[in-house]
Each structure stands twice: as C-alpha cells, then as structure tokens.
C-alpha cells in the first residue's frame, strides 16, 4: 500500500513519529508531503519527501527533499492508496 502523509503546520512530532513508525515497519511505501508552513521543519529523513515549492519560496527557504508543483500534487494525491492529512 502507498501511503501519502499531507503536513500543513510546522513541528507536528505525533505526526513525524507516525511516519517513522510506518517506515520502520516496512509493509507500506510511505511519502510525506511538505504544504504552507510545514516547509519550514522538514523531518530528518529525506526519503520520499516532497515539498511544495511555492511555499517554500513564498517563506524564502530551500527545500530539502523534492520540490513539487500544484500539479504534481494533484497527481500524487491521486496516485496513492491513502491519505493522511496532518
């Protein structure tokens, strides 16, 4: 299964350790997707990170991870078999 956690505020830890839970177990693909002022704390693993790109530039940072567009959100919102949003 692929998962897709949608952050919005920055310094969620619930939602970060969520995250790393999943990932340590294995079973599921799971991505973060970085949107407003959750690109200002991105977590500290990069692997599947994304982040919006207009909001990283309308708050003056450089992303780390993969910077993504509007449409490219559409698409992975899509994409994926569920959807946390944070």
Not at 34 to 46: G, M, N, S, W
Not at 52 to 73: F, L, N, T
Request: with cysteine; proline share 3%.
């Amino acid at each position: 299964m692929k998962i897709l956690h949608v952050i919005r505020k920055t310094n969620d830890h619930y939602a970060f350790d969520v995250i790393q839970r999943q990932r340590q177990a294995g079973e599921n693909e799971v991505a973060v997707l970085l949107l407003q002022d959750a690109v200002l704390t991105p977590p500290d693993d990069e692997a599947g990170l994304f982040v919006c790109g207009d909001d990283a530039a309308a708050r003056g940072v450089a992303p780390r991870g993969e910077r993504v567009g509007y449409d490219d959100i559409v698409k992975m919102l899509l994409e994926y078999d569920s959807v946390v949003s944070w």
